[in-house]
């Protein structure tokens, strides 16, 4: 997957490239069709290794009888993430922001979400004041960039029973409160509150 991946990123930034595989030129919408069609591939390989990782961790919790009324198991999960701002050529600040979480118990990563506050496709079309043509937009947060963490976080909580049959009861942070603070106002669980660990050196060795 990675080569291929490769393969389209060599064809579409460099002229020699496309000599060589004697192929056009992509546009940005080609591109972000193609683009597109291998992001699908690619969740759906993430997907089925997030979900193995989901059984794994209820396996360990069922066997330890950490299971709710429902017969949910409830498990400890650590969460973190990051932002990252990049620059295309102009003065326009991109953001993005990832989180994950992870699993304690087998230390896989059970969700993970990107927030992304532009779009290449629209950037490209809206400096050069053209119309933006049909795309599918990658721009899916709107907020302020450092609420983008604890939203991802709160998205993955909010379908941890849809995606692994899981509830993830405990978790540890590494003292960012508005992580905390998202999820005790959204309740994901209702009634079953979410306890927390603060440790610091804990996730800083998973992350
Ligand atoms: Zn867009």
Redesign the pocket.
């Known amino acids: 997957m990675g080569n291929i991946l490769y393969l389209i990123s060599f064809w579409k930034k460099s002229e020699r490239g496309r000599g060589i595989l004697n192929m056009p030129a992509l546009t940005p919408v080609q591109y972000n069709t193609v683009h597109n069609k291998m992001e699908k591939i690619v969740d759906k390989v993430f997907l089925k290794e997030l979900r193995k990782a989901g059984e794994e961790e209820a396996t360990i919790d069922q066997e330890k009888g950490d299971v709710d009324s429902t017969g949910t198991p409830y498990i400890t999960v650590i969460a973190d993430g990051a932002w990252s701002k990049r620059s295309y050529k102009t003065n326009y600040n991109a953001l993005s922001g990832l989180a994950v979480i992870i699993g304690k118990a087998t230390k896989k990563v059970l969700f993970m979400g990107v927030k992304n506050k532009?779009?290449?496709?629209?950037?490209k079309f809206e400096t050069k004041n053209e119309d933006?043509p049909q795309?599918?937009?990658?721009?899916n947060w709107k907020g302020s960039s450092t609420s983008m963490e604890s939203a991802i976080i709160l998205d993955g909580f909010q379908r941890s029973v849809e995606m692994h049959g899981l509830k993830y009861t405990m978790l540890v942070g590494d003292g960012d409160s508005s992580k905390t603070k998202k999820l005790s106002s959204h309740k994901p669980y209702g009634a079953t509150p979410i306890q927390k660990i603060e440790c610091v050196p804990f996730t800083k060795e998973f992350l």
């Open positions: 532009f779009c290449i496709i629209g950037l933006t795309h599918q937009c990658a721009k």
